[in-house]
């Protein structure tokens, strides 16, 4: 079978592969969409950290079962996506119901190799039933149910103020959920167009420029003054990351999706006196895809239209690189299996 193997930063080449076979407790998948995400495009850069080359990336799919052992429900041609984080069961994470957080955790297309191949096996157990939703909205699940994962980490609550830093797709995921939680969207982000189309698309009712040199004063009109109680990081940028301190809530809530190589560093005082929480927020759970799904089919999320740019297998390794250039405005590429 054809792989596209990112064998150092800012290099893809194609390759030859044997077609997976099945083995006790797999699944054997065969790819029809590939959706590109943040760590993909960090990890060309090479600025991706858990990460060593040479990888196949990839790891929002929507795929067909081929065969599966040891998981009855679901049956060969069946349209399907798959949780992408693969754990270990007896870790302290996973023994508390956080798999997400595996001390042993193995993610495809970032400590193994990824769906950029025409076929996978996946452990069967994290086999997701597609629900009949489409090819491109399988693709999306996964970076939904990140968002997701996030807004319920923040423990949102209707009314609330969340200001979401990053209006890339995981962004706008976050976005979504946390309207669906009853918040009051703010959208922060440097690219104007982005931040257009959070307003257009999203219907995200307060947005603002990061590089605006009145951010602070514009957030305090907004909240009347309180600040926002809520602030989730979908940037992964270090600079966004340490400046978004300043915009927090006494008595609020910092949420890192987004995800750096480096050390964040904040004023203690400044924290302190706030009696802020800070949390991190790693991947996702079942609950979060089954959530994502749900809300797909109730059409009350629809993040199909966050899809910009489509191109097929065989043109990636010539596209991928102009992706990570704002101009292009991609908010979300996706990939067909030709």
Not at 91 to 107: D, E, F, L, T, W
Not at 111 to 132: A, I, R, T
Not at 173 to 182: C, D, S
Not at 239 to 264: M, P, S
Request: net charge negative.
């Amino acid at each position: 079978m054809n792989v596209l193997v990112c064998t150092t930063p800012g290099q893809f080449a194609y390759q030859q592969a044997a077609k997976p076979t099945l083995t006790p407790g797999q699944a054997i998948l065969k790819i029809k969409q590939i959706g590109i995400c943040g760590t993909d495009l960090h990890a060309f850069e090479g600025t991706q950290p858990y990460f060593s080359y040479p990888r196949i990336l990839g790891h929002e799919l929507a795929t067909e079962v081929v065969e599966a052992d040891g998981a009855p429900d679901f049956q060969p041609g069946e349209a399907v996506t798959f949780i992408p984080y693969f754990n270990c069961s007896h870790c302290i994470a996973c023994r508390s119901g956080k798999p997400n957080c595996c001390v042993n955790m193995q993610v495809a297309g970032v400590h193994v190799d990824g769906g950029m191949v025409e076929y996978l096996s996946v452990p069967s157990q994290s086999l997701v039933h597609g629900e009949g939703l489409s090819y491109d909205e399988l693709a999306l699940v996964e970076p939904l149910a990140i968002g997701a994962h996030g807004v319920r980490r923040a423990d949102v609550q209707p009314g609330e103020f969340v200001l979401v830093v990053g209006a890339g797709p995981i962004g706008l995921g976050i976005m979504e959920f946390a309207r669906i939680a009853g918040a009051n969207v703010i959208a922060l982000d440097l690219n104007e167009s982005r931040l257009a189309f959070c307003r257009e698309k999203l219907n995200v009712p307060h947005t603002i420029n990061a590089s605006a040199p009145d951010v602070l004063e514009q957030l305090k009109t907004i909240t009347n003054g309180d600040m926002p109680t809520v602030v989730i990081d979908a940037t992964g940028s270090l600079r966004a990351i340490n400046t978004a301190f300043a915009y927090l809530a006494h008595g609020g809530r910092y949420v890192l999706v987004g995800l750096q190589k480096g050390d964040i560093s904040f004023s203690h005082p400044e924290f302190h006196k706030r009696e802020a929480t800070l949390m991190s927020s790693r991947n996702a759970t079942r609950a979060d895809f089954e959530q994502v799904i749900s809300s797909m089919k109730k059409g009350v999320v629809n993040p199909t239209t966050y899809i910009t740019h489509r191109v097929g297998f065989g043109q990636v390794g010539d596209e991928f690189a102009s992706w990570l250039d704002p101009v292009n405005g991609v908010i979300k590429a996706m990939v067909t299996m030709d």
